[in-house]
């Protein structure tokens, strides 16, 4: 092999490459900070930013709660306006006839 053929050359790169890509996955899976193509460090989340990325994620499963149960009310109208009113009639009754 020639070492200064254009084979070799796109080797090296290619090793190259694969070893950063390595090195970043092992660095995110163990928590580590990230390198960029430089060599230097992805910013740390500040306490700031993280306290917002919490509220910002609390608000979201409210939200999604919320959404749950209008979905639900929802549903119970369509029910209502595309039933017969007689069998709505029965219900309403049936439930009163509980109480």
């Known amino acids: 092999m020639d070492w200064g053929s254009p084979g070799f050359v796109i080797a090296i790169i290619a090793i190259s490459t694969v070893g ?5 996955w092992i660095r995110a899976k163990h928590g580590y900070e990230l390198e960029d193509e430089w060599g230097g460090k992805s910013p740390k989340a500040s306490p700031d930013e993280k306290r ?9 499963s409210q939200l999604v ?6 979905q639900e009310r929802l549903q119970v109208l369509e029910r209502i306006a595309t ?15 509980k109480n």
């Open 20 to 24: 950063w890509i390595v090195n970043n």
């Open 52 to 60: 917002k990325i919490e509220l910002l994620s609390n608000e979201n």
């Open 65 to 70: 709660g919320k959404i749950d149960r209008l």
């Open 83 to 97: 039933d017969p009113a007689k069998r709505t009639a029965e219900e309403i009754e049936a439930l009163r006839e």
